[in-house]
């Protein structure tokens, strides 16, 4: 595997070349909502926003939607879509020692797939307003899944 170096990268930080064609496709069923119009204006983590963001499913998909209501908090997984792919070692300004994009949660890696842990404020058909989002303003919205801790728990009043 070649290292690539060019003069987009920091000190200490590793770029490669990704492969030819990927290994296998994703469907984006939504797009995201988010008063985040720049990547400077984004929380660094959902978990530190209080902001209400709306989760438009499309159409085509919204009858996986059935039951929803039934959780209170969704991990919610998106596309960075305006993410670099590959700078395998990085150096985020908060952190001086270089690490490997695995042990970041930098949006730069292979596969910019964002992952936050959202309350479900609310369901209007198929817009969910969510809060605990830190994504741009139009991100794609690739899944939806209740959250973990939250799997068998049912939402409170
Ligand atoms: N919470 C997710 C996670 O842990 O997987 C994403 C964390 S990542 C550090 C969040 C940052 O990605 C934001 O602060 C912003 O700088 C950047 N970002 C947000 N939306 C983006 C997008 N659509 N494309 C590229 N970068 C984005």
């Known amino acids: 595997m070649t290292a690539i170096f060019d003069s987009t990268l920091r000190d200490g930080e590793i770029g490669i070349e990704l492969p030819e064609s990927f290994d296998a496709g994703l469907y984006f069923i939504g797009t995201i909502r988010t008063p985040f ?14 902001a209400l963001c709306t989760i438009e499913v499309f159409e085509r998909f919204a009858d996986a939607l059935l039951g929803i209501e039934a959780h209170a908090e969704f991990d919610v997984l998106y596309w960075l879509h305006r993410s670099l792919r590959t700078v395998m070692v990085q150096r985020p300004h908060h ?32 817009f969910l307003t969510v809060r605990g989002l830190d994504c741009l303003d139009g991100t794609p919205l690739i899944d939806l899944k209740p959250h973990q801790a939250d799997a068998g728990r049912r939402a409170g009043p």
């Open 95 to 126: 952190r001086p020692d270089p690490r490997g994009a695995f042990a970041l949660r930098s949006p730069v890696r292979p596969n910019p797939i964002g992952l936050s842990a959202c309350p479900l404020v609310k369901v209007e058909g198929r």
């Open 37 to 50: 119009l720049r990547r400077e204006d984004c929380p660094r983590s959902g978990a530190d926003s209080d």
